[in-house]
């Protein structure tokens, strides 16, 4: 394993300054790589995958797996901290346990003097009496956040685009974020309206047959999971059952209450992106009628993204 710098006292040419320039604005920045991870059937053992990183001007590159052994616990438990310490005297950059307290917070005993010692923290890693395996690792890794504007609200967003750059897209923020297996992959941030709702307005139409009580085009829905209620208010003593749909996809039916006015239908929903329209129906029994109020509508309800 070999650990290089770019960055302490000498020269930097333009491929090095290319790279290391790319990180500035942030005092910490993990450019890719160094997760944390335990060692099976080693104890106490971690592995740091192989990456760079980016810390009070110097840029540090690992090019294998490192790993570490934390120190033995008589009782309890112990959070330590994981760091890419820099040393300025010697110019060389490596990895280091710094021993914590049973607290799970940054110890007291991390580096911080720039120029001189530095530790730049990558996890904490709880150790606990009787278990030769680390019974926790908290990520701690920092991403450099560059924020930039696409000129069109349908631009693709960019597939090799690297973790911790955001994207305004129209009424957009999108942020590029590891997923549980640490690859890059896309997170809307802040999507523009959390609540998105559509209401008729016409009072008492007559129901029959098979109908749609009331359609909500939501128009281009950003790609995510999203909580789909379909709201009825109806007279009439006629029973049927009502029916929940969003673009083209049945998402629950369900028998409505004979003599009760208002009922609801509510289902979640993976939208893969672009135009979502839902549609609440209702099919009226052969006997009686009933009439759709004011007030039927649908609502959508954003959950989360889809990973």
């Known amino acids: 394993m070999a650990i290089t710098n770019v960055g302490y006292q000498g020269t930097v040419d333009e491929q090095q300054w290319a790279a290391l320039s790319s990180l500035l604005g942030s005092d910490y920045a993990v450019a890719s790589g160094l997760a944390i991870t ?3 059937g080693q104890d106490r053992t971690v592995a740091i995958a192989p990456g760079s990183a980016y810390g009070r001007g110097v840029l540090t590159r690992s090019d294998a797996q490192a790993t570490l052994q934390l120190g033995a616990i008589g009782s309890g438990s112990r959070w330590d901290a994981i760091v890419l310490r820099r040393n300025w005297g010697t110019d060389t950059s490596a990895f280091a346990v710094v021993p914590g307290s049973s607290s799970e917070q940054i110890p007291a005993g991390i580096q911080s003097s720039p120029g001189v010692l530095d530790d730049q923290v990558l996890a904490l890693v709880q150790v606990t009496a009787g278990q030769t395996a680390p019974t926790a690792i908290r ?3 920092a991403f450099s956040a560059k924020p ?7 631009a693709a967003l960019p597939a090799d685009a690297p ?3 955001q994207v305004r897209r129209g009424t957009e923020v999108w942020a590029r974020v590891p997923d549980t297996t640490g690859a890059p992959t896309w997170l809307l941030d802040s999507p523009s309206r959390r609540i998105w709702e559509s209401y008729r307005q016409v009072e008492g139409e007559l129901i029959a047959g098979l109908q749609d009580v009331h359609v909500g085009n939501f128009g281009d829905a950003p790609r995510g999971e999203y909580l789909v ?3 009825y208010s109806l007279s009439g003593g006629a ?14 039916a369900g028998q409505l209450p004979r003599i ?4 609801s239908l509510s289902r979640r929903y993976e939208h893969a992106g672009g135009p979502l329209t839902v549609r609440l129906g209702y099919v009226r029994n052969a006997t009686g009628t009933k009439r759709a109020q004011a007030g039927c509508g649908v609502r959508l309800q954003w959950v989360g993204p889809l990973l």
Do not use: H, K, W, Y
Request: without cysteine; proline residues 3%; aromatic residues 0%.
């Open 163 to 165: 973790i911790g750059l």
């Open 139 to 141: 990520d701690l890794r």
């Open 229 to 231: 209620t379909g709201e």
């Open 260 to 263: 009760e006015d208002d009922a």
């Open 148 to 154: 930039i504007t696409l000129g069109s609200p349908s």
């Open 239 to 252: 029973d049927g059952e009502g029916r929940l749909q969003a673009n083209n996809t049945l998402l629950t």
């Open 38 to 40: 335990a060692v099976a």
